[in-house]
């Protein structure tokens, strides 16, 4: 079956550490997208990516890091300088052409102790 | 102003009752719009797209756009317990590059 994979669903981390979250599509889709979602709120970009090896800052890029390397693959790193990375984590991608419509993974909720 | 503005509710109707939805943009230049349905603690999934103005129907869901106005609705008829979620607002904005934008989500209750 198509879709997207994100790992870890949960993930604790202490401060002071960088973390990974891994997103992977098998969709052959060419744009791949991160959201963060907080409580009561709606989603807000982190990166996303239009095309291998090139990436853009959303409008909550600090603190965060990204690579494309495959088409497949997309994932997110939160840095020790994210202040406040306690959230849901969403990868989304979305086909090049056609309508405009995201496909959303099961999300990553990490949590700062 | 926010780009994407949506009520928080919680909006509660009973079964069987007609749910509306609504979102507003400030984007002018905006020329697609999605509603999104966020069961708590899931992802959202894709319910219905709107670009023309008008209506457009899909089973008990219906999308109005009213681009003058700067407005779209989502209404759910024949509301059931199950259709109990938060609904996002997305508007695709132009005068960010094409980027989706979204709303804060309204929780919607329909109480059996």
Redo the contacts between chains.
């Keep these: 079956d198509g879709g997207i994979t994100q790992s870890p669903k949960y993930l604790f981390r202490k401060e002071g550490q960088n973390v990974t979250l891994s997103c992977e599509q098998n969709l052959n889709h060419d744009a791949m997208y991160w959201?963060r979602q907080d409580p009561?709120?709606?989603?807000?970009?982190i990166y996303?990516s239009q095309i291998v090896n090139d990436f853009q800052k959303?409008d909550i890029a600090e603190g965060y890091s990204v690579s494309r390397e495959k088409k497949e693959s997309f994932p997110l790193t939160v840095t020790s300088a994210q202040k406040n990375p306690t959230a849901f984590y969403?990868c989304a991608s979305r086909t090049g052409t056609g309508?405009?419509?995201?496909?959303?993974?099961?999300?990553s909720r990490l949590t700062v102790l | 102003q926010k780009e994407v503005e949506q009520n928080s509710g919680p909006l509660s109707v009973p079964e069987g009752a007609i749910a509306s939805l609504n979102c507003t943009y400030s984007d002018r230049g905006s020329q697609s719009f999605f509603w999104y349905r966020q069961y708590s603690g899931k992802s959202p999934e894709l319910i219905m797209f709107i670009y023309s103005n008008g209506d457009k129907e899909d089973g008990r869901f219906t999308a109005q756009l009213n681009k003058a106005s700067q407005y779209v609705s989502l209404l759910i008829r024949d509301s059931q317990p199950s259709d109990s979620a938060t609904y996002l607002c997305a508007v695709k904005s132009y005068n960010q590059g094409g980027k989706l934008i979204f709303g804060q989500g309204t929780e919607l209750s329909v109480k059996p």
């Design positions: 959201y009561g709120q709606g989603l807000r970009l996303y959303g969403l309508a405009n419509v995201l496909t959303f993974g099961a999300g």
